[in-house]
């Protein structure tokens, strides 16, 4: 066995470094991940499921949350819920994640972003601030300054749907509109 290990180290340590990198990733996801603590059958709430991505702690949602968000409310949290809402309303090959962007949620995000202190504060609240206000014509510049942020490389916003497009990916999010 240790005459093979010699022999063969060269080959094995690039597999080891990836599955270390994987690991390290997946821990990171999942401790800062904004759908810790939900279910991944879809199910919501505080019951206890084999199949959640969160801790054993128990971390009650805030009633007014629109997004169910469980943990402290960081950047990432931030960025992320804004980008997703974009997806609505621009144009782009690729879009992963959608929230449904409502006023609820908008309110919300403007008034947690307002309490804290981010790097990107001015960002959000600026974007936030127009779409409070119905101002969506630059939904697509909107979203790519936060996808910016999150060194997005795949999905870029082209432009803004039109009321129907945005209608038919609203029933369909896996559509796609370039």
Do not use: C
């Amino acid at each position: 066995m240790k005459s093979w290990f010699k022999s063969n180290k060269r080959k094995l340590l690039p597999f080891v470094a990836v599955f270390l990198l994987a690991g390290a990733l997946i821990t990171y996801y999942l401790y800062t991940s904004p759908f810790q603590g939900t279910s991944l059958t879809g199910g919501q709430g505080d019951h206890a499921s084999s199949s959640t991505l969160s801790t054993t702690r128990n971390i009650p949602v805030e009633k007014d949350n629109p997004f169910d968000h469980k943990n402290k409310l960081n950047e990432v949290h931030v960025v992320n819920y804004i980008h997703w809402m974009s997806h609505q309303k621009v144009k782009a090959e690729n879009k992963w994640t959608h929230y449904e962007m409502t006023p609820e949620r908008i309110d919300w995000l403007l008034e947690k972003v307002q309490e804290a202190d981010y790097k990107h504060e001015e960002v959000y609240v600026e974007i936030l601030t127009k779409w409070q206000k119905g101002d969506f014509a630059t939904a697509h510049l909107d979203h790519n300054r936060v996808w910016s942020l999150l060194n997005g490389t795949v999905g870029k916003a082209t432009g803004v749907m039109t009321e129907e497009e945005e209608k038919e990916y609203l029933e369909n999010p896996n559509i796609k509109f370039k």
